[in-house]
């Protein structure tokens, strides 16, 4: 009997010993789970900030090849606009028929854009010859171009006028008000917002002006460099 009575204390004594050990060990337990989904989180930040460099890098080069590197030394003749203006989301546009057009549709392909009344004045008709001129000079990278009228006021542009630029090429004609052009597109101090052709990058960037009354032959120069620049990102079509 003593025999019995001296093992049972001990068996208590080992059970009250081991309950504090158990539970220590799951005590030690969540912080180990916590830092390995700190970790895995870290690692997923990681990974999506890689992809996202990785996408823009060919373009954030073009620009740096355009923009920074000259090693030709040459100057460009049209003006950089730095900062660039993106395109307003809420740029209220129409085309002809009143239909609304949303200004996204206008990305995607490098824009050279025409502003004035539909009434057309010289300058107007100038700057429309012009642009087509060059876009068929571009030879086989022309699909990367897209011409773009915007009428400034309500006045309906003439029907020759139309047949005119639309002979043997597409071009996109919409209306949007002067004041709210006013919020992307701006003309050089001294002048109108009429007696310049304006260059848009295929992400919906304002990137460059040209002096009024353009020369066709520098004019061409400078949208080639932007078409070599952004050769490794930009593809024709929308």
Not at 141 to 167: C, F, M, N, S, Y
């Amino acid at each position: 009997m003593s025999g019995s009575n001296s093992s049972a204390p001990g068996s208590v004594a080992l059970r009250e010993e081991a309950a504090p050990l158990s539970l220590a060990v799951h005590a030690m337990q969540p912080p180990a789970l916590e830092d390995d989904d700190a970790r895995r989180t870290a690692s997923g930040r990681l990974k999506m900030l890689l992809v996202l460099l990785i996408c823009a890098a060919p373009v954030v080069a073009s620009y740096l090849a355009f923009y920074v590197i000259r090693p030709d030394g040459r100057t460009n003749y049209s003006e950089l606009i730095a900062p660039q203006r993106p395109l307003p989301a809420d740029l209220p546009l129409t085309d002809l028929q009143g239909a609304a057009v949303k200004a996204e549709s206008l990305k995607g392909q490098w824009l050279l854009v025409v502003v004035s009344g539909g009434a057309c004045d010289a300058v107007c008709e100038k700057h429309l010859w012009l642009q087509r001129q060059l876009r068929e000079t571009l030879g086989r990278e022309k699909d990367r171009v897209d011409k773009v009228w915007l009428i400034a006021d309500d006045a309906q542009p003439r029907a020759q006028t139309l047949a005119a630029i639309r002979t043997n090429t597409e071009i996109t004609v919409l209306r949007a008000p002067a004041g709210a052009l006013a919020a992307w597109l701006a003309p050089a101090a001294g002048h109108a917002l009429g007696e310049h052709i304006y260059i848009v990058d295929p992400l919906g960037n304002w990137m460059m002006r040209t002096p009024a009354d353009p020369e066709p032959a520098k004019l061409k120069h400078d949208v080639e460099k932007l078409l070599r620049a952004s050769a490794g990102w930009d593809k024709p079509g929308r």
